[in-house]
């Protein structure tokens, strides 16, 4: 069974920083484009950035130049790098990975459980 595990989450002040950690766990032939989302008290869930396996990014507009997405292959990780941190910014933040399957290589998404960040001062 495939987990994603969050990690890094919490308060921050206005204009502060914060590195969120997602680790994959489990069996799997591969490991393709990982993700961070999230989704505030009464909104959708959102894109926030996206990386794919060769390391192409994508952010959403209300986070480019201030979030850096990265991933390390070697220890089937992702990373956000979250800087200038802002109050609309506070949500609980989701990874998320597109992993294909060792018996029957089928191409699932997988999602965390979830980590808080509040930027509040």
């Known amino acids: 069974q495939v987990q994603l595990v969050e990690s890094g989450g919490g308060l921050v002040q206005p204009g502060g920083s914060l590195r969120l950690s997602c680790a994959a766990s489990?069996?799997?032939?591969?490991?393709?484009?990982m993700g961070w989302y999230r989704q505030a008290p009464g909104k959708e869930r959102e894109l926030v950035a996206a990386?794919?396996?060769?390391?192409?990014?994508k952010y959403a507009d209300s986070v480019k130049g201030r979030f850096t997405i990265s991933r390390d292959n070697a220890k089937k990780m992702v990373y956000l790098q979250m800087s200038s941190l802002k109050p609309e910014d506070t949500a609980v933040y989701y990874c998320?990975?597109?992993?294909?399957?060792?018996?029957?290589?089928?191409?699932?998404?997988?999602w965390g459980q979830g980590t808080l960040v509040t930027v509040s001062s």
């Open positions: 990386i794919s396996s060769g390391g192409i990014t």
């Open positions: 489990g069996s799997f032939l591969s490991l393709n484009a």
């Open positions: 998320n990975a597109g992993i294909t399957t060792l018996t029957d290589y089928r191409y699932l998404q997988v």
